[in-house]
């Protein structure tokens, strides 16, 4: 089962290799990307709303996290979360996202989901 878990995250990880770190240029910084990367898809995939709910469900779920990635440093900040997504490249970061969701879930391929929550809460 874990070789099962690592395999996936590698996956996941190997779908954003080509997303560029956009705090390369000064080489100072705390938190890999792919760790970043990883608690957020994560947590959001758990029902975190903002990058406090992000920071909060990585805190929670450090030692399950250590399982794909070393977080040596533990978890960011939601400062640092907001930061670093809000200096990606959006378009390329579509398109990492959206190549390793038609690998989990070919049959959705270029299909449209709306994931905003309003039908959810019946708006």
């Given at each position: 089962?874990?070789?099962?878990?690592?395999?996936?995250g590698?996956?996941?990880?190997?779908?954003f290799?080509?997303?560029?770190?956009?705090?390369?240029?000064s080489?100072?910084?705390?938190?890999?990307?792919q760790?970043?990367?990883?608690?957020?898809l994560?947590?959001?995939?758990a029902g975190?709303?903002d990058?406090?709910?992000?920071?909060?469900?990585?805190e929670?779920k450090?030692?399950?996290?250590?399982?794909?990635?070393?977080?040596?440093?533990?978890?960011?900040?939601?400062?640092?979360?907001?930061?670093?997504?809000?200096?990606?490249d959006?378009?390329?970061?579509?398109?990492?996202?959206?190549?390793w969701m038609?690998?989990?879930?070919?049959?959705?391929?270029?299909?449209?989901?709306?994931i905003d929550?309003?039908?959810?809460?019946?708006s």
């Amino acid at each position: 089962m874990a070789s099962d878990l690592t395999a996936a995250g590698d996956e996941l990880m190997r779908r954003f290799e080509d997303l560029d770190d956009p705090r390369k240029p000064s080489g100072r910084f705390q938190y890999p990307l792919q760790e970043l990367l990883l608690a957020a898809l994560c947590a959001i995939s758990a029902g975190a709303e903002d990058w406090v709910d992000v920071s909060e469900w990585g805190e929670f779920k450090l030692e399950w996290l250590r399982r794909f990635l070393p977080f040596e440093q533990g978890i960011a900040s939601h400062d640092t979360f907001g930061r670093v997504f809000a200096m990606l490249d959006s378009a390329r970061f579509e398109d990492c996202f959206r190549g390793w969701m038609t690998q989990l879930c070919p049959n959705l391929a270029q299909q449209h989901i709306a994931i905003d929550g309003k039908t959810l809460r019946g708006s």
